[in-house]
């Protein structure tokens, strides 16, 4: 699938106030700094599409981008503001917790929550424990580990292996994933044509 172009819809802190649940929808979820915002940049190539930042908990709300391919269909890619972020108060992460919450559980046209890892580290818990949520409201979901130019080829084996390992402490089967760097866009093609193909199933329903 190839992109014809890309653009900035709208930022809410509710799924109540999100664009009309109208063509099918991709959230990119993860750890804050884990590499959202860059990897929408990359997939959609362009640079300034979604705000990235090297300090942790730059995206803080639910945030819409129009996307529409080269045949003619539309969808939306979403940006999620990551969890793991140190320097909140309690009711702002309550509030967070809601706002993720209400979106995953309850956005009717996401078809695909995108749970990015980092490739760098070993299996984190808060990762985990997230999908673990994830799989008790019964959210599809695949895995993209990030920011593997970082790494030797070795070591991104390494940690995939381990993070799909420990998965199967609560799930029988890995899930589908995708190995990517926003840096040397590896990957890109792979999740492009993910998408292309939930898009055209999208349509069938
Ligand atoms: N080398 C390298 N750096 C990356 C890659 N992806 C992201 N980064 C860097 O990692 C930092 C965080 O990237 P963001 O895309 O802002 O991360 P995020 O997950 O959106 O973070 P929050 O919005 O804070 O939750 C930035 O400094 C990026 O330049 C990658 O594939 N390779
Ligand atoms: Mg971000």
Not at 24 to 51: D, H, Q, T, W
Not at 57 to 75: A, E, R
Not at 132 to 153: A, H, I, M, R, S
Request: hydrophobic share 35%; with cysteine.
């Amino acid at each position: 699938m190839e992109i014809i172009s890309s653009h900035y819809i709208i930022s809410n802190a509710s799924y109540t106030d999100c664009p009309a649940p109208d063509r099918p929808e991709y959230a990119f979820f993860g750890r804050s700094n884990v590499g959202k915002s860059s990897l929408i940049n990359m997939i959609c190539n362009n640079a300034k599409l979604a705000k990235t930042s090297g300090t942790p908990g730059k995206t803080q709300l639910i945030n819409h981008f129009g996307v529409v391919s080269k045949n003619k269909k539309s969808w939306y890619l979403v940006d999620l503001p990551g969890y793991g972020f140190a320097k909140v108060s309690q009711s702002s992460r309550r509030r967070w917790e809601q706002m993720i919450e209400g979106y995953i559980r309850k956005r009717e046209n996401l078809v695909c929550l995108f749970m990015l890892i980092d490739s760098r580290h070993e299996p984190q818990k808060a990762d985990l424990d997230f999908l673990y949520q994830l799989g008790k409201w019964e959210t599809p979901f695949v895995l993209v580990f990030t920011k593997t130019d970082k790494n030797k080829p070795a070591v991104t084996t390494k940690n995939v292996e381990a993070f799909l390992a420990a998965m199967t402490l609560h799930w029988e089967e890995p899930p589908p994933y995708f190995i990517t760097s926003a840096m040397t866009k590896t990957g890109r093609k792979p999740l492009l044509d993910y998408i292309g193909s939930l898009n055209s199933n999208f349509s069938r329903l």
